[in-house]
């Protein structure tokens, strides 16, 4: 069945780039039949929505970020990825990618999760 | 947009049945039939549990159930198991084509 994995650096600097990847195995990241979604959680806190992307390009982002969001997927690797800018503390949090179908709600498979830390 | 409003805690005995509630707003929950719902354990990835207000995925329990009325939609869980107890958080889509999560609800198994 479909998998997910986050990867990227677990701790950046405050006012760098936080950037992650997501790849998916074991089916089609080209299937326009799906959004790819990230979503964060800070320790001990609730889910925040990050945005999410179709690989058609059409994208979709929290209003609270989008100011600092982007998004790019690229099939040929079979990943998608995320880049916020301008990070601060407040950006630290267990990052998770999710598939989501595009004619119905819902976000499954999630990936693991990955910690980014944004200190100096 | 605000995140939807959860109970923060829930409890059960054994057996017994608990609801979660999730209260939105008509541009969300009330606009929508796309609620979700995730079950969380400690250190572990959510696990979609409810999607589209009602439909359960393959393989979750049928002790799992949801329903909507107005701008508050709620997960059901009967049977109440040990295993259930977790953080669960609903999530909606919303008018500007985004999404939004509940506040999450700590469900406790007495």
């Known amino acids: 069945q479909v998998q997910l994995q986050e990867s990227g650096p677990g701790l950046v600097k405050p006012s760098q780039t936080l950037s992650l990847t997501c790849t998916v195995s074991?089916?089609?990241?080209?299937?326009?039949?799906?959004?790819w979604n990230w979503i964060r959680q800070p320790a001990g806190k609730g889910l925040e929505w990050i945005g999410r992307i179709h690989t058609s390009g059409s994208t979709n982002y929290n209003p609270s970020l989008k100011s600092r969001v982007t998004t790019s997927v690229d099939t040929s690797k079979k990943q998608f990825s995320l880049n916020l800018s301008s990070a601060t503390a407040a950006d630290t949090a267990v990052y998770f990618c999710?598939?989501?179908?595009?004619?119905?709600?819902?976000?499954?498979?999630w990936g693991q999760g990955t910690l980014v830390t944004v200190s100096s | 947009q605000s995140a939807l409003t959860q109970p923060a805690s829930v409890s059960g005995s054994p057996g017994q049945s608990i609801t979660i509630s999730c209260t939105g707003t008509n541009s969300d929950v009330g606009g929508y039939n796309y609620v979700s719902w995730y079950q969380q354990h400690p250190g572990k990835a959510p696990k979609l549990m409810i999607y589209?207000?009602?439909n359960r995925p393959s393989g979750v329990s049928n002790r799992f159930s949801g329903s909507k009325s107005g701008n508050t939609a709620s997960l059901t869980i009967s049977g109440l198991q040990a295993e259930d107890e977790a953080d669960y958080y609903c999530?909606?889509?919303?008018?500007?084509?985004?999404?939004?999560f509940g506040t999450g609800t700590k469900v406790t198994v007495l």
């Open positions: 589209d207000v009602t």
């Open positions: 999530s909606s889509h919303t008018s500007s084509s985004t999404y939004v």
């Open positions: 074991g089916g089609s990241i080209s299937s326009g039949s799906y959004y």
């Open positions: 999710a598939r989501e179908d595009y004619s119905t709600s819902g976000f499954d498979p």
